[in-house]
Structure formats: C-alpha cells, structure tokens
C-alpha cells in the first residue's frame, strides 16, 4: 500500500529564513507524481509545487523548490525568505493508480514568526 | 480558479439522520472524488468516480454512499450519520492526463 509520512507535526521560522519540511513516501511504482499543498486557514488547498518521478530535476516554483530523492523515497519542501503568509499546514501527497488518487500525509504546521 | 463547488458549506445534523453533499463542477473533468479531513490524519479517500455511473470505493468508505448520474456532480450520502462522521468534507476534481487534482472550498460536517 501506498503511505505517505511527514515526521513533523509541526515546525517554525522566522521571517525571511528558510526552512525544509520533510516527506518520505512508500511505493512500487516507478512513474507517478509528488505534490506539495497548502492549506491556509481558509481551509483552501493550494497546490505550491509538483514533481514527475521520472524528472530528475527538481521542481522549483518561486521560493518553493523540492529535494526529490527517488531511490531514498523522499520528497522534501525548501521554503526561502519566509514570509508570514506561508504560515499554513503543508501536506505532501502522492499521486497514483490510473485513477489519480491521492494519498496524503498527515500535514505539517508551519509557524512563521515576525 | 477551478470551477468547483461543494454544497452545504457548513452542516449541523443529528446522530441517525441521513446527509447528503454536493460537489458540482463545471470543467467537464473525468475523475471526482471525496476525501475527508480530520486532525492527526490528513486527507483520507472516501470514495471516487472515474466515469458516470462508475465509482469505487476508498481508505475509508464504511458507513458512505455516493452516486454520480451526471459529469458535473458527484454525492456523498451518510445513510445514518455518526459522530465519529464529524470531519471536513473536500471534493476534488482531475481528468485524464491532468498532472494536479483542484479542490472545492470544504463542508465542515457536524454530527451531534
């Protein structure tokens, strides 16, 4: 089965640093996709990066950019220069089955401290 | 924004009552599906549709229902809501080929 695991519950940075939120995810299968999502309390989910396992580029979306490392299973989020508004829980997920289902992990709460 | 729209927004029932929510879309998307949130969990598959009429089950389909009689919308039906049903309810939509999934805005689904 599919899982998805982010081992941090909750983590904190202060404006304008940088922090990495980790992900680790268990699969079979050699072609699929990994996504990053925000979840402001909105409540909205945000997509902020994806990434093709058969890339061996990392994705980079602005300030958001990922440390995909496919033989170790992993798939972390680098956010630079920090600021108050990337306060949110970060999900990872992964995309799999010709259906496109998603599995998620439990989220990581990001503080951003002024 | 992806044209998507769950109805109600908020829900307060009773426990044993039935309820059904709505998930409309208007991007003629392939791929609809349930996932409801809850905290220490994230996001857990109900159930899904990858057709009219085709649905299959999800991680945690016990005590859900749903039916897709057309493109554009998609129901979850709790025959008889339970507390333990309390949770954040998220319509999702995707379609062949796509490379991401678009989320409606959430019905928060209170089950006293």
């Known amino acids: 089965a599919q899982t998805v695991t982010q081992s941090q519950p909750e983590m904190s940075v202060q404006e304008a640093e940088t922090v990495t939120l980790s992900c680790t995810y268990d699969t079979s299968e050699s072609d699929y996709y990994l996504f990053w999502y925000k979840q402001p309390p909105s409540r909205q989910m945000i997509l902020v990066i994806r990434q093709e396992a058969y890339k061996q580029q990392n994705a980079t979306e602005n300030r958001f950019s990922v440390n995909f490392q496919k033989a170790a299973k992993s798939f972390s989020l680098k956010i630079s220069d920090s600021q108050l508004g990337d306060a949110a829980m970060y999900f990872c997920?992964?995309?799999?089955?010709?259906?496109?289902?998603?599995?998620f992990g439990k989220g990581t709460l990001l503080t951003v401290n002024p | 924004d992806a044209g998507i729209t769950q109805s109600p927004r908020h829900k307060v029932t009773e426990t044993g009552t039935p309820v059904t929510l709505r998930c409309h879309q208007t991007e003629n998307h392939r791929y609809m599906y349930w996932y409801r949130q809850d905290p220490g969990h994230g996001l857990r598959l109900i159930h899904y549709?990858?057709?009219?009429?085709?649905?299959d089950k999800g991680e945690v389909s016990d005590g859900y229902s749903v039916s897709r009689s057309k493109t554009e919308d998609f129901l979850l039906t709790l025959e008889s809501a339970t507390s333990s049903q309390t949770s954040v309810y998220f319509c999702?939509?995707?379609?062949?080929?796509?490379?991401?999934?678009?989320f409606g805005q959430g019905t928060r689904l209170t089950v006293v």
């Open positions: 549709s990858y057709g009219v009429k085709d649905t």
């Open positions: 999702a939509i995707s379609d062949q080929g796509a490379t991401e999934a678009f």
């Open positions: 997920a992964y995309r799999w089955g010709s259906n496109y289902k998603l599995t």
